[in-house]
């Protein structure tokens, strides 16, 4: 579409043979049929009664129709010719009124033959006309980028302008626009790591990893190719581009993407290819029992054995080792205690109160404005881990340093439960220089579970299904929504949803590995041991 | 539905509406049974309630006696602490109040020494009217004290027929004798400032009452029938004085934030980072105060569970006004968004991810105790470690109504626990039984994480505190 634009001014005021040159090339005999649907947009737009000259209106036709194309794209992409094409009705009705309402319905109208069109499979409806937009929205793909560089600067208005690297593409949140080659095992696990059903840097590893090992059990190497070299590149990377684009990778998902890579091009290339994938599979799950399961079982039993008769353990959020790490403790029928500090928006403490409570453990849940006064009681304190810097620090979910500093500061010792798997080379300084950005309406709306009690049944039955606690708490009490439902309209108003932060090495006593339990300054030592061995 | 629920809910402004025609003790009783449901809290609310309730007990009593009086504001005050021994501004203003009226007491005995020592009754009734139109001085009992040095004393023992002369002089031409009190009173500041001066006057105000009077009263007047008229007109004297002083408190109450913003200037400056916590009026006016000269950026940490919704509307400048009791002015208050500062909100937990960025910390606070230490929202503690820790200055603007003469000794004593489902709500309700649940609304902030208290009175160290402490309470009143 760029290389449209600058044929715009030259092309006058008539709207039709900028889009008609831009297939010239490939389908001259379509030429003809392509006024038509320009046609109707041109009077579609008089009536709107702006004053723009011909090429203005164009231009800004074009951006338009350029950005809905993007989205068009990833709809053709997506798996069924139909799809798309309502897909693309929904867009139109999300648009906003304040553009001029009529041109886009009208070049939505345009587009969703385009979108019709574009599918896979070609469609009986298909003119000669959608049939050259076809042609013309593929030559379109190279333009995306201009495309995005228009739809971006509104984008930039709401972000925070120290975080302002972090912030990718927005997190997919639909299957619209995936790639073909994308495995459905891998397509359901980016659905669910984007929505947090999985998360949590263990259980993304081990899921990340059974969904690979179905790729690779469905995988069949074509013809003239190794398996070596052939599924990494090709059949591997679309996957975990899909998995990247749901949700930035964890560390622990990237040690283990790049064993398995490492474990493939080891593949012999002279090994049959049901015995290379069968042995590909069987390493897989060694993995993860090796440096998950067992690995795991090796730090309760550790850490575990930390806990004594009468302690008070303090932990942060939600740790899958730390939850096994108490209840072996537990089991073991040591009498303590557990306070399960929690915090916005995820509430994934709750998950494992609510675990912990299961088991029989006596359990008290605050949220992070208590740390103060939760750590007053606590003898120790145990932490997760999302990954384990080589300088020491500790990059967990955000709210830990505070409680690390904290306990620090009460002379009650912290103690990181942490596998070897999540053990990086990387360096980090603060929280700032490398972080994850989710997106900030989470902190609007938090999820379900957390509507603020203050909601009584009666609000909620009035409260449409979309709002929040926070709205409907505040309808309770009379004339709003949730004032930030609108936040991005509010000049100068940003909302900053950082999923991680830094815990300085020195608030940290203890880091238990499956190696053992080291200070936090062996970490750079144990990480070599273990990507050697 | 919910609107008209909120115009009836009790609160502050209906508090204040029904004072004037409500009778004493029923007013009384209302506001005990406000502060008991937590229908009024918060330090500004309660200071503002207490103070016109007093201001009602004060006009409606009568007394014969000032300790009736004082008395009478104990009595009250005691009520109202009990009823909600947390809110710290109720029994700051109540000893404020009585620390008025033992100042108004006392000047007022010395006024009566020195009208003894004056020989003649014709005096007196100038001396409400003097009293009136003096200007308010914060000590006023050595106000009148160099008069005394200066007219009686080099005269007492010998030169009392001048003396009588003039009085009798004065006495025929009462409205000069006014002016000539009132400009000597002008005259007088500068000595009347030092302390020392009045640290002199003290221990001469028996002596001086008891010499003439005993020996050489020249009208010679029996003291008993003289002190008898001097009680009944003192109650006439002290109940406007008390009144303007009670009114000159809840003047305080309404400005301060004003008198607070108008620092602002001295501590901001361009392209800071400012992070602050919660939703609170004065921090609020502050950064706006800043915001019309400097351009600067706010974090803000939006205080969940407990104050979030605040925050939300503060940020968004969609004030709700949950609470009615916010002034109308307040309710109408610009967002510092559409001052042209950016602000960032951020949930509690990010605190410390971003203190390395924070240039200065600016908090409100729920209660300044004596130490220099705080009672502010739950989470102010972490968030002013995580600034120690990354040397960040942590600046806490209070007004001076929540300075509280009360020592900390047992910090946990005054932090209140608040409503549970707002941490667990009634979806998890299948865990409530198992797990316990806890929800503080304030933490404790020692004063070696504060830097700098910035009060309507100026910036303090919080080492300093304790001299503000002593300047606006009386030791007799720390405990109500």
Not at chain 1, 431 to 454: C, M, Q, W
Not at chain 2, 1 to 22: C, E, H, N, Q, R
Request: net charge neutral; hydrophobic share 35%.
């Amino acid at each position: 579409m760029a290389d449209t634009n600058p044929q715009n001014p030259t092309a006058g005021a008539e709207l039709s043979p900028a889009p008609a040159k831009d297939q010239k090339s490939p389908k001259a005999d379509t030429k003809q049929a392509q006024p038509k649907p320009n046609g109707t947009e041109v009077t579609a737009t008089g009536p709107n009664g702006e004053k723009l000259s011909g090429a203005e209106l164009k231009k800004r036709a074009k951006a338009e129709k350029a950005a809905r194309r993007e989205r068009e794209k990833a709809d053709r992409q997506g798996p069924g010719g139909g799809v798309p094409h309502s897909g693309g009705q929904d867009k139109a009705g999300n648009q906003k009124p304040g553009k001029p309402w009529q041109k886009v319905e009208v070049q939505q109208h345009k587009d969703d033959s385009v979108a019709g069109s574009k599918g896979h499979h070609k469609r009986t409806t298909s003119t000669a006309a959608a049939d050259h937009q076809k042609n013309l929205a593929l030559r379109g793909k190279g333009a995306q980028g201009g495309a995005q560089a228009a739809a971006k600067p509104p984008k930039d208005a709401n972000q925070v302008s120290l975080f302002g690297h972090l912030y990718g593409q927005s997190r997919r949140t639909t299957l619209a626009g995936v790639g073909k080659d994308v495995h459905p095992a891998v397509l359901a696990l980016g659905l669910q790591m984007s929505n947090y059903v999985i998360c949590g840097s263990n259980a993304r590893c081990i899921a990340t990893l059974l969904a690979l090992k179905r790729v690779i059990e469905s995988y069949t190497t074509p013809p003239g190719h190794s398996l070596s070299r052939h599924l990494t590149s090709h059949h591997l990377s679309p996957q975990i581009d899909y998995l990247v684009s749901c949700r930035p990778m964890s560390v622990s998902m990237g040690n283990a993407i790049r064993w398995l890579k490492l474990e493939i091009s080891k593949v012999d290339p002279d090994t049959p290819e049901n015995e290379a994938k069968e042995d590909l599979c069987d390493s897989i799950d060694n993995f993860i029992r090796e440096r998950i399961t067992v690995a795991d079982q090796v730090i309760a039993t550790s850490a575990g054995g930390k806990i004594q008769n009468g302690d008070v353990v303090l932990t942060y959020a939600k740790s899958s080792i730390v939850q096994q790490t108490l209840i072996e403790a537990h089991k073991r029928g040591v009498q303590f205690r557990v306070i399960v500090i929690d915090s916005k928006p995820l509430f994934e403490g709750k998950h494992l109160a609510r675990a912990l409570a299961t088991a029989g453990l006596e359990v008290q849940y605050s949220l992070m404005h208590a740390v103060s006064h939760a750590i007053k009681d606590a003898t120790k304190v145990f932490l997760g881990a999302h990954a384990m810097m080589s300088n020491g620090r500790l990059y967990s979910r955000v709210g830990t340093a505070i409680v690390a500093m904290t306990a620090n500061e009460f002379d009650v010792p912290v103690i990181v439960c942490c596998e070897s798997v999540k053990f990086t080379e990387k360096v980090a300084l603060d929280s700032i220089v490398s972080n994850e950005v989710a997106p900030p309406d989470e902190l609007i709306s938090p999820l379900p579970l957390t509507h603020t009690a203050t909601t009584t049944t009666t609000t909620t039955a009035t409260a449409t299904p979309d709002q929040t606690g926070a709205a409907t708490a505040g309808e309770a009490q009379g004339v709003k929504g949730s004032p930030l439902s609108t936040w991005r309209e509010t000049d100068n108003l940003l909302l900053l949803n950082i999923m991680y932060d830094v815990t300085p090495a020195e608030y940290i006593k203890m880091v238990i590995t499956e190696y053992g339990s080291l200070p936090p300054s062996s970490v750079p030592v144990v990480h070599r041991l273990s990507t050697n061995s | 539905m919910p609107s008209p629920t909120i115009v009836a809910s009790p609160g502050l402004s209906s508090f204040l509406k029904s004072l004037k025609s409500t009778p004493v003790e029923a007013s009384i009783e209302h506001l005990i049974s406000l502060l008991k449901r937590r229908q009024i809290r918060n330090s500004r609310p309660c200071a503002v309630a207490t103070a016109q309730l007093l201001l009602r007990v004060v006009s409606a009593f009568r007394w014969t006696d000032v300790s009736r009086l004082i008395e009478r504001i104990q009595l009250v005050g005691q009520r109202l602490q009990a009823a909600q021994p947390r809110e710290l501004s109720i029994g700051n203003i109540v000893r404020r109040i009585l620390g008025l009226v033992r100042e108004e007491a006392e000047e007022d005995r010395d006024a009566d020494a020195s009208a003894l020592s004056e020989p003649g009754t014709d005096s007196q009734p100038g001396t409400p009217r003097i009293s009136g139109v003096r200007p308010p001085l914060s000590s006023s009992i050595s106000t009148l004290s160099p008069l005394r040095h200066g007219a009686i004393e080099p005269l007492d023992p010998t030169v009392a027929e001048p003396d009588t002369a003039k009085f009798v002089a004065d006495s025929a031409q009462r409205p000069p004798l006014l002016t000539s009190h009132t400009s000597y009173a002008a005259s007088a500041t500068a000595p009347m400032a030092t302390s020392m001066f009045s640290l002199l006057s003290h221990p001469e105000t028996p002596s001086s009452t008891a010499t003439p009077s005993g020996t050489q009263s020249p009208s010679g007047r029996p003291t008993s029938a003289t002190q008898a008229v001097f009680a009944s007109l003192t109650q006439k004297d002290l109940r406007p004085e008390v009144i303007g002083g009670i009114e000159e408190i809840i003047d305080e109450l309404d400005q301060v934030d004003e008198q607070i913003a108008g620092y602002a200037l001295d501590h901001i400056h361009s392209n800071e980072i400012i992070l602050t916590h919660t939703s609170s009026m004065t921090v609020q006016k502050f950064l706006l105060t800043a915001a019309r000269k400097r351009k600067f950026t706010v974090v803000h940490a939006e205080a969940y569970p407990n104050d979030h919704e605040a925050t939300h509307a503060t940020v968004t400048g969609k004030m709700v006004n949950e609470n009615q009791d916010e002034l109308s002015s307040e309710a109408f208050q610009k967002p510092l968004t559409a001052a042209g500062i950016t602000v960032i909100l951020i949930p509690d937990s990010a605190v410390f991810a971003l203190m390395s960025r924070v240039n200065k910390v600016i908090l409100g606070t729920h209660a300044v105790l004596a130490n220099g230490g705080l009672v502010a929202a739950a989470g102010t503690r972490a968030i002013a470690k995580a600034a120690k820790t990354h040397k960040t200055p942590v600046v806490v603007v209070s007004g001076v109504y929540k300075l509280s003469p009360v020592y900390p000794f047992d910090f946990e004593s005054l932090i209140e626990f608040g409503d549970v489902s707002k941490v667990f709500s009634y979806e998890d309700g299948d865990l409530v039984e198992k797990v316990d649940v806890e929800n503080p609304l304030f933490d404790y902030v020692p004063a070696e994480l504060v830097d700098l208290y910035i009060t309507n009175l100026g910036g303090h160290a919080p080492s300093y505190l304790y001299r503000i402490v002593a300047d606006h309470y009386r030791v007799e009143d720390i405990n109500i």
